[in-house]
């Protein structure tokens, strides 16, 4: 068979640019991450503050530092394969992370009323992941799938001047560009004329690694009045860096010889690989404004709100895709693709209720709940812009309606629930245990829609996905402290339970596998008041 190598995709569709529901969902979740501290009593310190990794979550418990105050976090991440097989090499992987930094600045400015400035880096997401997952497949594959598109009359196709079959709207994908010109793909001797076909597949493997992270800087002012009213606002910048890299492979089925004759049963015929690589790069802003009151002076009881705007990101992605095709049959048995576009993603508003206490000098508890409805996110496209007489650029922009409407009936409202509490047997150290609760974001019968007329569609280059579930934190932690100085530890534990499908098609589906992303994070945070 000939080999074919596409430098650029030549899909005809239009040059504006939007992201997929899936993809969209892995950079809006967020990790328990920052100061030891924090981690160690499972985030749930918005209502006691005068840490720095609230400054993030509840910017109002800034206000409550008497210090000034410098730390840094660094630690190991253990990520186990979250797979149900070690399917082409699927291995355990611990990665160092650098995970926070930051100062607070207090400022006295009068009778219990201080005035502080902070700034905090911490790693607000880790994409680190290994999955290897295989099925069986009956009676479908991914080849199948794109084959019906065009059958179902979803896409339409043509052969262009030079030989290659293209794809003519939005709802055609890199992928099936690929099959269209490789193992689906028979032209007539002449080379005027063509047909598609489709195979069958008996089982899939799939290898995927991800890694990379979102970072997040936050500036914040804060301040209290007569040390029982707290009140501050946090700007964020996020920085996005994604890579995402997948191996799937298929073995296929014929019911036809080389030569076109009739068999009395399928055969394997070889197999199919589709290596892909994805990276999203880009910047995010966001604003959160947060309110600690003390109802009873006397009591050391603490109610907090906090409100966070939703992130504004400005993102590029680019993939390199490529198909082998090791079965003997169709066209071609290679075909390279690619594509880097601008696109924009705006995350849902975040809402907070917190409650903190102390018992003498011994005890500290905390409770915190969150909500954001992620069915209400909005990825856009971007329509290209202009330069001004003076020689300004102004962007513009629209609402993918088509994916947003799958998001909002794949995705719903997500609940946070943190508690947590620090028990100082003496005043130098301190024993910390919390539990995190995330309810899950997919609704139950969520799925990727490789069907959908969206720009999301036309540039995808993947057509898995995963369902994840409820995940649960369960976390500890070991502080010291002296004058001036401070060291803390915290260990956390991390499962999601998830279901994995390779596609899903009106008239192709697949059986689901059962996944898990789990994830063990030590963490060390020191620090200096002055």
Not at 360 to 388: E, F, H, P, R
Request: glycine share 10%; aromatic share 14%.
């Amino acid at each position: 068979m000939k080999k074919i190598f596409i430098a650029a995709f030549l899909l005809t569709s239009m040059g504006a640019a939007a992201q997929e529901t899936y993809q969209n969902a892995e950079l809006m979740t967020e990790d328990l991450n920052g100061t030891a501290r924090y981690v160690g009593m499972g985030g749930a310190m918005e209502a006691l503050g005068a840490d720095i990794s609230v400054i993030g979550t509840n910017p109002a418990g800034i206000g409550l530092f008497r210090k000034s105050t410098a730390s840094i976090s660094a630690g190991l991440g253990i990520f186990k394969n979250g797979g149900n097989s070690d399917y082409n090499n699927g291995n355990n992987k611990t990665v160092a992370s650098f995970d926070q930094a930051g100062f607070v600045i207090a400022s006295h400015s009068g009778y219990d009323s201080y005035i502080n400035f902070g700034f905090n880096y911490h790693k607000s997401n880790n994409f680190n992941q290994i999955l290897s997952a295989v099925g069986a497949l009956k009676e479908c594959s991914q080849n199948k799938v794109s084959y019906l598109k065009q059958d179902d009359g979803t896409v339409g196709t043509y052969m262009d001047t030079k030989g290659f079959i293209c794809v003519e709207n939005d709802a055609g994908s890199q992928v099936d560009y690929l099959y269209y010109n490789t193992l689906a793909l028979k032209t007539d001797p002449s080379g005027k004329d063509y047909k598609l076909y489709y195979n069958d597949a008996s089982g899939y493997g799939i290898n995927r690694e991800r890694s990379g992270y979102i970072g997040e800087y936050d500036f914040n002012i804060s301040g209290n009045i007569h040390n029982r009213f707290y009140l501050g606002l946090t700007l964020g910048v996020k920085n996005v860096r994604y890579k995402n890299n997948t191996g799937y492979t298929e073995d296929i089925l014929t019911n036809k010889s080389k030569d076109g004759q009739l068999l009395s049963a399928p055969v394997s015929c070889g197999s199919v690989t589709l290596n892909d690589i994805r990276e999203i790069t880009g910047t995010g802003f966001n604003a959160k404004f947060g309110f600690i009151v003390r109802p009873i002076e006397a009591s050391p009881l603490r109610i907090g709100v906090s409100i966070a705007t939703p992130t504004w990101y400005s993102l590029k992605t680019s993939n390199s895709t490529d198909i082998k095709n090791k079965t003997g049959y169709g066209d071609y048995d290679s075909c390279d693709i690619g594509e880097t576009y601008n696109y924009r993603l705006t995350t849902p508003w975040q809402f907070g209720v917190s409650l903190g206490t102390t018992i003498g000098s011994q005890v500290a508890l905390g409770l915190s709940y969150d909500y954001s409805d992620y069915s209400a996110s909005k990825s856009g496209i971007n329509n290209g812009g202009y330069t001004d007489r003076w020689g300004r650029y102004y962007s513009s922009s629209t609402n993918d309606k088509v994916m947003n409407s799958h998001t909002s009936k794949t995705l719903r409202g997500v609940s946070t629930v943190k508690a947590g509490i620090e028990f100082k047997p003496v005043s130098e150290i301190a024993l910390r245990v919390g539990y995190n609760y995330v309810s899950p974001m997919y609704k139950t019968a969520g799925f990727r829609d490789v069907s959908l007329n969206s720009p999301g569609t036309y540039y995808a280059s993947t057509t898995d996905f995963t369902n994840w579930k409820a995940t649960h934190r369960i976390t500890c932690g070991l502080g010291y402290q002296s004058t001036h100085f401070f060291a803390d530890l915290a260990y956390q534990y991390n499962t999601t339970k998830g279901e994995f499908a390779p596609f899903d098609y009106a008239s192709c589906h697949t059986d689901k596998n059962n996944v898990s992303n789990n994830r063990h994070q030590l963490l060390c945070t020191l620090g200096y008041r002055f």
